[in-house]
């Protein structure tokens, strides 16, 4: 499971919403993964390699389950990973899962996953309007 400190999650949180010097602080303190989680979020393919590579996994597991991938909720699930799996759930809108979250005492998981939503919400949208052009 992931182990860090509540400090660390909320910055995460915070680093998922889009601000850039937290998200470069976790990536110079220690907390490389978190950083390049919100990259790979975004579809960068770098970032999403090295979280495979680097053994982190289960944070791409998140990703692929926030995408729709039931083998990666699953796969989370196998590993016992229950909360990371419900993180997946939650952030690809599941309302059930983001009340386990909460109900089960993972309020800044929660927090993470609603800001996930928000974000996997904002990439559908660009990806979906023929009158933007999507940066990715």
Same mark, same amino acid.
């Given at each position: 499971?992931?182990?860090?400190?509540?400090?660390? $999650?909320?910055?995460?949180?915070?680093?998922?919403?889009?601000?850039?010097?937290?998200?470069?602080?976790?990536?110079?303190?220690?907390?490389?993964?978190?950083?390049?989680?919100?990259?790979?979020?975004?579809?960068?393919?770098?970032?999403?390699?090295?979280?495979?590579?680097?053994?982190?996994?289960?944070?791409?597991?998140?990703?692929?389950?926030?995408?729709?991938?039931?083998?990666?909720?699953?796969?989370?699930?196998?590993?016992? $990973?229950?909360?990371?799996?419900?993180?997946?759930?939650?952030?690809?809108?599941?309302?059930?899962?983001?009340?386990? $979250?909460?109900?089960?005492?993972?309020?800044?998981?929660?927090?993470?996953?609603?800001?996930?939503?928000?974000?996997?919400?904002?990439?559908?949208?660009?990806?979906?309007?023929?009158?933007?052009?999507?940066?990715?």
């Amino acid at each position: 499971m992931i182990s860090y400190p509540p400090k660390i $999650l909320i910055a995460w949180g915070e680093a998922i919403s889009g601000n850039k010097p937290i998200k470069e602080w976790l990536l110079a303190n220690g907390y490389k993964e978190l950083g390049l989680f919100v990259h790979a979020l975004n579809n960068q393919q770098e970032a999403r390699d090295w979280l495979m590579k680097n053994k982190f996994p289960h944070l791409m597991a998140v990703i692929r389950g926030i995408e729709g991938e039931e083998k990666a909720v699953k796969w989370l699930e196998q590993y016992n $990973l229950k909360p990371l799996a419900k993180v997946a759930l939650a952030g690809d809108g599941n309302q059930v899962a983001l009340n386990w $979250l909460i109900e089960n005492n993972h309020r800044e998981l929660a927090v993470i996953a609603q800001k996930i939503k928000i974000v996997k919400d904002d990439i559908e949208q660009r990806n979906n309007d023929v009158h933007s052009i999507s940066p990715d």
